[in-house]
Each structure stands twice: as C-alpha cells, then as structure tokens.
C-alpha cells in the first residue's frame, strides 16, 4: 500500500469513502514513510505514532457508520506550536522540552472531532521565529528537494513533510510568511487565510496581531479542502470572526475569463534572483492565457513593510515571551532570587534569534522610543492597509513572487540575519494588512522549486483560491515529485 503515501488528500477522501482502502492502511503507509526517510528529512519534533493508530482505528468506524468528515482518516501533520494533550508542545525552543498542554488548540480540537490521524508535530524554528528552520532547539528539517538546502521557514517541519509525502496535509503557522515562503521552497502549496477566519486559541503566540493558521498540501483543492474544515468563529478567540464559512471546493474549476490580476512594480526588487523574476513573469503569461486580465497597480508603501514588521513583530512577542519566566510552566533554572531565576531560565531557555527579537521589541516598547518605533510602524501599517484596499477596488487577486529566491543551502544565512529577514519580504505585506495569501509552485531554478502567490480581499479566500486552481491545473509544476526516494534508494511507485 505504499502508493497511498502519494495520493492527495482528495484523493484520499474519495477511496475511504468508497472504501477500496483502510484508514489503518492510509496511517501505516505514512507511518512506514516517515520511517523510511525521517532520519534524512527531520521534519517531525514528536511522531504520534501510537495516537495516529488509535485516531485511524475510530476513523474507520466513523466511515462504517456514514458520519465522515473532510478530514476523517487523512494523516495531517501538526506544527509543533498548537497545543496538543497527548502529545509535547515544544515550540522548538528547549525552554518548553516535554511540555503537555492541558488543552488542544482549537483546530486541534476541530480534526479531532473529525478523527483526523495527527502523525506527529513538526519541526519550527523556536517560537515560530526564522525563515529556515534552522532556529529549532532540536534539529535541522531538510527540503525533499535538496536535503542540504532548508524547507523554509518558520513552518518549515509542516511543508517538508508534505514534500516528502509524510503527510498528506499539514498546519502551520504565518506571521510575516512562515507558510507561504516554505511552501514555495519545498515545492507545495500553502495558504495564509484572512486574519480572524481561523481561531488562534492554543496557538503558541509570536505576533498577535499578525499570526494566523493555515494548511500546507500538494494541490489547491487539498489546501480549500482543510481550509473549510478548521475554519469558523471561535468563543475561545475573541480575534475570530463571525461570517460563514464557504464551501471553499465549490468555488474552484473554470477559466479566469472576467478576473482582474493587479501586478504591482513594487515586487520587483534589487537582490531579487532573475531566474525567479522570469518564472514570475512566465506565470502570469500563463494566467493570461487562461483569460485572466492583468492589471498594472501600485504599492507604494509595500517597500516599508519589511521595516515595519520588524517593529511590530518583535514588540509583541517581547510582550507574550514574557510569561514563560521560569515559574509557570515549561523550563525553570532556580536561583537564590526571583531575578536570577528569570535571567537564568530565560537566558539559557531560549535561543539568539529569539533573545535577538525580544532585545528589539523591549527597545521599540521602551520609554523615549514607543513613539518614535512602534507608534510610528503602526500609523505605516495603516498605510500599507489602504494601498491594498485601494488596489482591490480595481483588481480581485494580486499576483507576486512569494520569496526573491529559491532555497539556499542550510548555514548560508544563520550568521547574517538581514539576509534571512529578506526571504520574507514578498509575504510579509499581507500579514500587515490581515489579508489572504496562498503559495503555488511556479517552476524550477537548479532543480529547486520557486513560487508564485496570489493575494485577495479579506475574508474572500475563494476567489484567491479559485484563480491558484486554475493555474495550477493550467500548468505542470504541481506533478512534480522531489527526487527524495532516488536520492535514499528508496523505490517509488510510478
């Protein structure tokens, strides 16, 4: 049954439901998979093993008994900041080893429900802080593609091992790109939705006023099909929103006859890899040909974005890393005085770029700069919102590159942060103005895959997802398989 490793989530639904396979037999090829190629991927913090057993045992009666969800029996994989009971919630930070939450992040509870299969939780740089993976108090996630070039990042665990066909679905997380940047270095899709269309409650919390939740699959279809199952109004998340839910498969097929693309000149930077810029510029000849019109738009504050994130970003999490002090919960290094305590625990806890963004954000926040920082980044990203609102009133999607590059191999940029903070540039101006944003693959650099997104109105991920589907399916990029098994020895299914 190893050929179940490849098909899509989909896929999937249809031959459970049908029942030409077994949820157990979905979960033992993906677990057979993960132990045939984890050791190389790294891709998982915590394999559920026994959990992913028990889940696919009640998901096949759930199918028996003609109550399956979307999700039911589906091997999804969980980035390991959602809360879990049964499994350790690390953040990837030493400073929560072994740590068991008390409760299930919502979306965790939402697949549960569902008897969705958790194969494990998966590897993120420490408190979803890094473009590549490499930020992870326990190990290095390799990309499927080349395993000594990195998966991305912050959700680089997630998107790897929807890569290396470990899972068929993953989640993650995105702040300023940590689904969309590694869902274009590995080649899959990824899906930012509006801010407030999925809960955050259990989310181990960086930004929060920029993280959202969202899936990482090997199609678009997949992508809407997990969207539509972890979406809804939340009690527990008082930043989730109350607007109905669509059926976010429904909307895709067809052309895109009628459907304005804005392209914006501000994407196209210095530093930016002209291979990728000329797979960008093929893309949306392709979208063109698909009946798409193509609308020029400006951006003019998009080039701020990038100088403001860093404002905004690190002030809030130098607000919410301070609850793990050493006394609470998770690691706790105990002094003569509550002082040294924190300054033990936390200085030994947690890793450079995490301490790097706290320093940041406690300066930005500090009397004398938190007008002249962070207010100031606030009133830009105001701006930023406007430059989108005013572009939507002529366009319905936006089409950029979701990164300048494709991925660069592990330890290229650990010691030089500003080049690591530029992977997210193209991503991070939707995060600022809260609306969606969905990675497809778009081609190939030195056998490395690049990426093409597509931004929308609030809260209006069909249409997003609707004009990813038609160029996905309008192009060969998303039948390409990472050439992994060849790379290991492994033998693959044709």
Not at 181 to 192: E, I, N, R, S, Y
Not at 216 to 224: N, Q
Not at 321 to 330: N, Q
Not at 453 to 459: C, E, L, N, P
């Amino acid at each position: 049954m190893s050929e179940l490793i490849y098909r899509t989530a989909t896929e999937l639904r249809d031959l459970l439901d049908r029942g030409e396979v077994s949820a157990v037999d979905v979960t033992e090829a993906h677990l057979a998979r993960v132990q045939s190629v984890e050791s190389h991927v790294n891709a998982f913090i915590t394999v559920m093993d026994d959990v992913a057993r028990a889940q696919a045992r009640a998901a096949d009666e759930r199918i028996r008994n003609g109550s399956a969800g979307p999700l039911t029996g589906i091997p999804v994989g969980l980035k390991d900041i959602l809360c879990t009971v049964d499994a350790p919630t690390t953040a990837g930070s030493r400073l929560l080893e072994n740590y068991i939450s008390p409760y299930d992040a919502t979306v965790v509870r939402m697949l549960r429900e569902q008897d969705a299969v958790f194969i494990g939780k998966t590897n993120t740089d420490e408190f979803a802080m890094g473009s590549s993976t490499e930020h992870s108090a326990y190990k290095t996630t390799g990309n499927p593609w080349d395993l000594n070039h990195v998966p991305g990042g912050s959700s680089g665990g997630s998107a790897a091992a929807v890569g290396a066909h470990e899972v068929a679905v993953s989640l993650g997380s995105d702040t300023g790109g940590s689904i969309r940047q590694p869902a274009g270095f590995c080649g899959v899709v990824g899906l930012k939705p509006t801010y407030g269309r999925v809960s955050r409650y259990g989310l181990i919390a960086f930004a929060s006023s920029l993280d959202q939740i969202g899936p990482f699959s090997r199609t678009v279809e997949d992508a809407a099909l997990v969207l539509g199952a972890v979406s809804g109004k939340d009690h527990c998340d008082s930043t989730s929103v109350e607007i109905d839910v669509p059926d976010y498969r429904a909307a895709l097929g067809g052309d895109l006859t009628g459907v304005r693309i804005g392209v914006a000149d501000e994407y196209q930077i210095d530093g930016m890899d002209s291979r990728v810029e000329g797979l960008f510029k093929r893309g949306i000849e392709d979208l063109e040909r698909l009946g798409a019109e193509i609308v020029p738009i400006s951006l003019p504050h998009t080039e701020h974005a990038l100088a403001t994130y860093y404002i905004v970003a690190p002030a809030e999490a130098s607000a919410n890393l301070a609850r793990f002090d050493g006394v609470k919960y998770g690691l706790s290094i105990r002094e003569d005085t509550l002082l040294d305590t924190y300054l033990r625990t936390r200085g030994e806890g947690f890793g450079a770029e995490v301490k790097r963004r706290i320093m940041l954000g406690t300066y930005a926040l500090s009397s004398g700069y938190y007008d002249a920082y962070y207010v100031q980044a606030q009133k830009v990203r105001t701006l930023i919102k406007r430059d989108f609102d005013e572009a939507f009133e002529k366009v319905d999607v936006i089409a950029a590159p979701t990164s300048p590059t494709v991925s660069f191999e592990k330890g290229a940029r650990t010691d030089d942060p500003i080049q690591m903070y530029l992977s997210d540039v193209f991503t991070i101006p939707a995060n600022m103005a809260g609306i969606p944003g969905v990675a497809v693959p778009c081609g190939f650099v030195d056998g490395l895959p690049a990426s093409l997104q597509f931004m929308g109105r609030a809260f209006d991920e069909a249409t997003i997802l609707r004009v990813a589907h038609a160029y996905e399916q309008g192009t060969e990029w998303h039948a390409h398989r990472p050439p992994l098994d060849e790379a290991l020895g492994l033998a693959s299914p044709s």
